[in-house]
């Protein structure tokens, strides 16, 4: 059959995305089908259905188009999978999508791993859908970063550290591998008579630490238990695989019964100036400290625990922790502290989030043009001190997102001086990105901080809006 050439416009088949899933099309050889909402197309083989079609290449030329997965993020508002499918349907699996979130509170409906915004990257699972691998940043001066599976209507999230304190003490249950911490991180624990993974033979309470060791593929801890049963009080080490094989337990040497407290350290003083009269780095000496001495984080009980000391160059750097039992609740309190002789303690209870020092907390929206004031309660000016002033900036849509973000940010700003300075945020529509300014003042007068935003370039924007102040507190050495 000879040739026939045809002149004219041939127009492609144009349907959403959605609609060529719904369809399932077979395409002719040769044929195009191109996604409307999405600029991708396929070219068909004659048997295979549109929905087991890959996209064709697009002979990147290294343009921003080319990167939407990697700069157009979603707001998610619940980790949940009717959530994520229904905002990230035209994603394949393997996919990387970036996201952001509102500063919600964490609820069993929008399954977020804490109150609070969160920003990150999504993973597609398996069948485009079936499951979501989750990486989630939390806005702001915290740190916390979480990773989390969701599957159906919850997401099991798994903390990799951050935040103002330490980790909160886990209980030990059936097995200590479930309790060990990522490579760089120290997990406490603590153990009652309901735990199954302990030494042979005790019954009784106590607490430890877990850490991971890369090299050994393993996780090893330090537990100190009181046993009801016969009243002693011993040290032990273990080490645990993730085979099954169970934990190995091993009292230390040198553990004392309850009945020779009298060889322990006694401390009835001030705690600041006593000497342990170490000798070398890592000695430990086990401790009990009454309630009348001077410098315990409660007054309440007498304590117990253990002092170590904690530089090679000097005896007298030490790190102590102490525990107690309340017998109301059956669970321990835990404090630790790191000190020289001759400094009072700085007590720190596992598990407990320290106290803010929040000087100001709220949500006050700045108006364009106006001096906003806000209350520093408590607060006395100090030769170096900084403020941290933390802000979210609302803006979406027509307002656009400061620096690619719209929740959590941080100024330090110096109470001593007047400062100016501008705010930029950009607004993309159809490819065309716009940028808008706005210049704040910030000063302080007595306990009163005064901050003032004015529109810069900003057309009918009002940027200035935006911005809500949460809290201010103070930075001082």
């Not at 989630?136 to 990799?160: D, R």
């Not at 000391?309 to 007298?316: D, G, W």
């Not at 719209?406 to 490819?431: C, D, H, K, R």
Request: glycine content about 12%.
């Amino acid at each position: 059959m000879g040739t026939k050439i045809l002149k004219g416009k041939f127009l492609p088949q144009y349907k959403t995305a959605a609609q060529w899933r719904a369809a399932n099309t077979v395409l002719l050889r040769g044929e195009i089908g191109v996604e409307s909402d999405t600029r991708k197309f396929k070219f068909g083989n004659g048997t295979t259905t549109w929905n087991n079609l890959g996209y064709a290449e697009s002979g990147s030329t290294g343009s921003s188009e080319d990167n939407d997965r990697l700069t157009n993020a979603v707001k998610v508002s619940a980790f949940t999978e009717s959530a994520l499918s229904g905002l990230l349907e035209s994603w394949k699996t393997g996919d990387l999508i970036p996201f952001y979130t509102d500063n919600l509170t964490a609820s069993t409906s929008n399954q977020f791993p804490e109150s609070g915004a969160f920003s990150g990257f999504i993973s597609m699972g398996a069948n485009e859908g079936d499951y979501f691998q989750i990486f989630a940043m939390k806005a702001g001066t915290s740190g916390k970063v979480f990773v989390g599976g969701c599957i159906g209507s919850s997401t099991t999230w798994k903390s990799l550290g951050g935040g103002d304190g330490p980790l909160e003490p886990q209980t030990l249950t059936s097995d200590l591998w479930d309790l060990v911490p990522m490579e760089g991180f120290i997990q406490p624990f603590w153990i009652n008579t309901r735990s199954s993974d302990i030494p042979n033979g005790v019954y009784g309470y106590g607490y430890g630490f877990v850490a991971y060791a890369q090299e050994y593929d393993c996780g090893i801890a330090l537990a100190e238990i009181i046993d009801e049963n016969t009243g002693s009080i011993d040290l032990y080490a273990a080490k645990v695989y993730n085979d099954g094989s169970g934990t190995s337990w091993s009292k230390l040497s040198g553990s004392k019964s309850a009945s020779a407290l009298t060889d322990a350290v006694v401390i009835t003083g001030t705690i600041k100036d006593f000497d342990f009269g170490f000798e070398k780095a890592g000695d430990m000496k086990p401790l009990k400290i009454a309630r009348t001495a001077v410098g315990l984080p409660d007054t309440s009980f007498d304590f117990y625990g253990w002092a170590q000391c904690q530089y090679r160059e000097s005896a007298t750097q030490y790190n102590v922790s102490l525990y107690i039992i309340q017998t109301t609740t059956s669970k321990p309190r835990i404090f630790t502290a790191m000190y020289a002789k001759g400094y009072t303690p700085s007590w720190v209870e596992l598990g407990k989030e320290p106290e803010t020092g929040w000087l100001y907390e709220g949500d006050q929206a700045l108006s364009n043009n106006v001096e906003r004031s806000f209350y520093l309660r408590g607060y006395s000016k100090k030769t170096g001190d900084r403020l941290q002033i933390e802000f979210a900036y609302l803006g979406g849509g027509t307002e656009g997102h400061i620096m690619g973000f719209n929740q959590g940010q941080t100024i330090i700003y110096n109470p001593a001086e007047t400062l100016t300075t501008s705010f930029w945020t950009i607004v993309t529509n159809s490819g065309n990105a716009q940028q808008y300014e706005v210049l704040c003042t910030f000063r302080m007068s007595g306990q009163y901080l005064y901050i003032k935003a004015v529109n810069q370039n900003s057309g009918s924007v009002n940027v200035a809006a935006q911005f809500r102040i949460k809290g201010v507190r103070v930075l001082r050495k």
